[in-house]
C-alpha cells in the first residue's frame, strides 16, 4: 500500500552559483547531441510495439525492459532536461547529485511503455510520452482494492481517482495507463508545423500502443494543466473526466517538487480508451493528420472529431 | 601442403580458450565479445577501406569508417556502464586495438585517442565532469575526444618526472577568477582536428617550469581555439594529427581534472594504461603483417614447392611468429596488471610497449622480405603495415623515454642492482 505524504512547510533555499549554471548548460547541451538513430535499426525492430514515420520524423513505441539502457539513459536525459528548461525540477539537486539523468533510470526495468518521437535525419528526440502501468505482480487486483498500489498521479493529488468517479465495470489494475512525461523539445515551440506534426506522433504513438495492448488497456490517467495537454486528449479518447479542486503537491524532499509549484491547474483526469470502431476511426484520423502536409489541414481533421463534454467532479 | 587448423598457440585467447590448449589467461566473455566485435569490424569495414584511407589526403577524415566503429560500441569501451559504456577496462581496449590493428592501425588510434581521453576524466573521479562529458559517447552519433600532452617546444618533457622543474615554453594557465585562461601550442595531437573536446596538460602561472601541470578539459569550440594544420605523416594517416592552439582560451575551473597541480600523477596513470593499448596496437600490427605473409607463402611456390617449407622462410616465419606471441603474452599480463592494480603499473606497460614496438618493425620488415616485389606494392596492404610499424615508437612514449622508466623501475628498491 502506497503512503501519501502531507507537505511540507518551506521550499529549501537555492544557492544558484555559476558553477551551477554552467553544469546545467553543460548537461543540456550534451543531450542536444544525444542520438538515437539506432533505435529504428533492423536489430530494434522486434522490440517495438509499434513505429511510424513521416517524412521527417519517426515514432516508436516499446516497453521499458526492452529499450536497451544505452537509449533508456538517453530517454532519461531528455525527460530530465526538458523539466530543467521547464523550471520543473529542483536544479539544486540536479548540481548536487551530478544528475545527467532522472535518477529512477535503469534500475529496475518497470512496465512502462516509452512512446519516442526522432528527428529522422539527426536521431535526436524531439518528444516524449510514458504509458506508466503497475507492475505485474499487482496487475491482477482490481483497481477498487484498498490495498492497491496508487498511481503517480494519485500520489500527487491525495485521490484515489476511481473512488471518485467509480467506472463499470471497475477495471484491473492492469488495464489502467498513466500518461506521464508528455513533454517536446523545447526549441519546437518556435516551429508550429514541428510542434504540431510532434503532437501528432505522439498521439499516434500513444493511442497505437494502446490499441496494441488490447483488453489490458482500458482506462488511461493522469494530470495535466486544463490548457494543454487535457485540451488535446479530449480530441481523441472518451468520456473524459476531469476532477477539481485537488492540491496537488511533493514534498521538497523530491526532485520533481517545483512542477506542481510553478505550474498551477494542474488537474487529475481519467478517460476512456477508444475499442474496436472507435479506435479505428481515431487511428485513421491520427495517420491521416500526420500525413497531411498542411498544418491547417491537420487541425480541421482533429477538430472534426466528435468530441465529448468533460465531465467535472469538484472534491 | 595446406596449413593445419586449429594452429598451435601460446596467446590466441578464442582458440586457448575454446579448450585446445590451456593457458594462465582467462579472458572473460566481455572481453572475448568485445574481441569479436572488432574483429568483425575490422574484417567486414574496415578492411575494404583501409588502404584508401592511408592513400587519401592528409588532412581527410572518414567520418563513416568512425560512425561503423561506434556502432559496434567502440568509442564507449571504458565508459562506465551507468553513462551507457560497456564498463570495460585495460585489457579489453587493448585486445579490441590488436584486432583493428592487424587491418589499420590509424583507424585502431582514431578510438584509442578518444578513450585516452575519457581515461583521464576517468581518473579523476568527479561525478559532475562525468555527467558534463561522458554520456554523449552513449548516442549514436560519434564523439571523439583528444589528449593534448605534446608541447610544440619540446615533446617528451611533460612524460619525465626529472624534467618538470626545467620544463620550457610549457603551455600555461593563467588563474582568473573562477576560470582559467590558457595559452599555448600543443603539437601532433591524434584527433585535434576532429575531436569535441580535448584533455589539455597546462602549467598553472606561479609555478616553476612545469611543475604546476594541470590537467583541463577544453571544449574545442571554445573561443581562441585553433585547430591547426594536419601533419602529412608516413604513416598512420586516417587519424589526424593537428597543431592545437590556445589563445586566451578560459575554461571553467570546474573543468580540472584531479585538482591543480596534479597533471603529471594523471599523466602517469594514464600514460601506463595507454601504453598497455599501444603494445597491443603493435601487436596488431605484428600479426597483420604476419597474416599477410602467411596468405603468400603457403600459396607461392619455388622449386617445386610452397616457400613456406624452404628453411630459410620457415626460419623468418617462426621468428615471427614467436615475436608476436611474446608481445601479446606481454600486453596481456600488462593489462591485467593495469585493470587490478592502484596506481598503475609503469613497468610491465613500458616493458610491453617497448617490446611490441620494435617486434612490429622487425615482423613488418620480415613479411616484405618473403613477399618480395609484392610486398612492395601497395595493393597488398603491407608497404602500408610497414610504415605503420614505425609509428608507435614515437607516441605514448619513444624507446628512450621507456627505458627511463624501466631502468628506474629497476633500481628504485635495489639502487646498487643486487
Avoid at chain 1, 479530449?234 to 473524459?240: I, K
Avoid at chain 2, 601532433?188 to 617550469?209: H, L, Q, S
Avoid at chain 2, 608497404?383 to 627505458?403: C, H, M, N, Q, W
Wanted: proline share 5%; with cysteine; charged share 20%.
Amino acid at each position: 500500500m502506497t503512503t501519501i505524504l502531507a507537505p511540507t512547510a518551506q521550499p529549501p533555499a537555492s544557492t544558484v552559483t555559476p558553477a551551477h549554471a554552467r553544469y546545467i548548460a553543460d548537461v543540456l547541451r550534451q543531450e542536444e547531441k544525444l542520438s538515437l538513430k539506432g533505435i529504428l535499426s533492423a536489430p530494434m525492430r522486434d522490440r517495438h510495439i509499434c513505429v511510424m514515420h513521416d517524412d521527417q520524423l519517426s515514432t516508436v513505441a516499446v516497453r521499458d525492459d526492452l529499450l536497451p539502457f544505452r537509449y533508456r539513459l538517453a530517454v532519461s536525459a531528455f525527460r530530465l532536461t526538458q523539466y530543467l528548461q521547464l523550471s520543473w525540477l529542483d536544479t539544486t539537486a540536479v548540481f548536487d547529485n551530478a544528475l545527467f539523468h532522472e535518477p529512477d533510470c535503469g534500475r529496475v526495468p518497470d512496465n512502462s511503455v516509452h512512446v519516442i518521437t526522432i528527428d529522422q535525419r539527426s536521431g535526436t528526440i524531439v518528444g516524449y510520452v510514458a504509458l506508466f502501468g503497475q507492475k505485474a505482480t499487482s496487475s491482477a487486483s482490481l483497481v477498487s482494492d484498498p490495498m492497491r498500489d496508487l498511481f503517480p498521479c494519485e500520489l500527487v493529488h491525495r485521490v484515489r481517482l476511481f473512488d471518485v468517479l467509480p467506472v463499470d465495470p471497475i477495471p484491473r489494475v492492469g488495464q489502467v495507463w498513466e500518461v506521464k512525461r508528455l513533454v517536446q523539445r523545447s526549441s519546437n515551440v518556435s516551429d508550429r508545423y514541428l510542434k504540431m506534426a510532434t503532437t501528432l506522433h505522439q498521439f499516434s504513438g500513444i493511442f497505437t500502443a494502446l490499441n496494441a495492448l488490447g483488453d489490458d488497456a482500458r482506462w488511461l490517467i493522469g494530470d495535466a494543466q486544463e490548457h494543454v495537454a487535457i485540451k488535446q486528449l479530449r480530441m481523441t479518447v472518451r468520456e473524459l473526466s476531469v476532477i477539481e479542486g485537488t492540491n496537488p503537491f511533493l514534498p521538497f524532499e523530491d526532485l520533481y517538487w517545483p512542477a506542481y509549484a510553478v505550474r498551477k491547474d494542474v488537474k487529475p483526469f481519467m478517460a476512456r480508451v477508444p475499442h474496436d470502431e472507435e479506435m479505428a476511426t481515431l487511428l485513421s484520423d491520427l495517420r491521416r493528420a500526420l500525413d497531411s502536409r498542411n498544418l491547417g489541414e491537420k487541425l480541421r481533421i482533429l477538430k472534426n472529431r466528435t468530441i465529448d463534454e468533460v465531465r467535472r467532479v469538484s472534491l | 601442403m595446406a596449413l593445419v587448423s586449429p594452429q598451435p598457440t601460446l596467446s590466441d585467447q578464442p582458440l586457448l580458450t575454446a579448450g585446445v590448449l590451456p593457458s594462465l589467461f582467462t579472458l572473460s566473455d566481455e572481453v572475448e565479445t568485445l574481441r569479436h566485435v572488432a574483429h568483425e569490424f575490422a574484417r567486414n569495414d574496415l578492411a575494404p577501406v583501409a588502404l584508401k584511407l592511408d592513400l587519401a589526403d592528409a588532412a581527410d577524415f572518414n567520418w563513416e569508417i568512425v560512425e561503423k566503429g561506434h556502432e559496434a560500441g567502440l568509442l564507449r569501451v571504458v565508459i562506465p556502464r551507468e553513462y551507457g559504456g560497456l564498463g570495460q577496462g585495460v585489457l579489453a581496449t587493448a585486445v579490441a586495438m590488436e584486432e583493428i590493428a592487424a587491418v589499420d592501425p590509424s583507424t585502431a588510434l582514431i578510438f584509442g585517442a578518444t578513450l585516452l581521453g575519457q581515461t583521464a576524466v576517468l581518473l579523476g573521479g568527479d561525478p559532475r565532469l562525468n555527467a558534463r562529458f561522458l554520456p554523449a559517447f552513449a548516442g549514436d552519433t560519434p564523439v571523439l575526444a583528444a589528449n593534448a600532452i605534446t608541447e610544440e617546444a619540446a615533446g617528451s618533457d611533460l612524460l619525465i618526472q626529472e624534467n618538470l622543474p626545467v620544463a620550457q615554453d610549457v603551455t600555461s594557465a593563467r588563474p582568473d577568477g573562477d576560470h582559467f585562461v590558457i595559452n599555448g601550442i600543443k603539437r601532433f595531437i591524434t584527433n585535434g582536428k576532429v575531436a569535441d573536446w580535448a584533455c589539455v596538460y597546462a602549467n598553472v602561472e606561479g609555478y616553476p617550469g612545469a611543475t604546476g601541470l594541470t590537467a583541463f578539459i577544453v571544449p574545442l569550440d571554445s573561443p581562441g581555439v585553433e585547430r591547426g594544420e594536419v601533419a602529412d605523416k608516413m604513416g598512420y594517416r586516417a587519424c589526424l594529427g593537428t597543431t592545437l592552439t590556445f589563445t586566451d582560451v578560459r575554461v571553467p575551473a570546474e573543468n580540472i581534472i584531479g585538482g591543480i597541480a596534479n597533471g603529471a600523477h594523471i599523466i602517469q596513470l594514464q600514460t601506463n594504461q595507454a601504453r598497455v593499448s599501444v603494445a597491443a596496437l603493435s601487436t596488431g600490427v605484428a600479426q597483420g603483417a604476419l597474416d599477410i605473409a602467411k596468405k603468400w607463402v603457403a600459396t607461392r611456390v619455388q622449386g617445386g614447392m610452397p616457400l613456406w617449407t624452404h628453411q630459410f622462410s620457415a626460419r623468418k616465419l617462426a621468428e615471427m611468429s614467436a615475436k608476436v606471441e611474446a608481445s601479446r603474452l606481454l600486453y596481456l599480463q600488462a593489462a591485467y596488471q593495469a585493470d587490478n592494480v592502484l596506481p598503475g603499473p609503469t613497468y610491465g606497460p613500458a616493458i610491453a610497449k617497448l617490446y611490441a614496438d620494435q617486434i612490429a618493425m622487425e615482423v613488418a620488415n620480415e613479411a616484405m622480405s618473403l613477399m618480395g616485389a609484392r610486398g612492395y606494392c601497395r595493393e597488398y596492404g603491407l608497404e602500408k603495415l610497414v610504415r605503420d610499424s614505425f609509428g608507435a615508437r614515437i607516441y605514448e612514449g619513444t624507446p628512450e623515454i621507456l627505458a627511463l622508466d624501466i631502468a628506474r623501475e629497476l633500481f628504485q628498491h635495489t639502487p646498487d642492482g643486487d
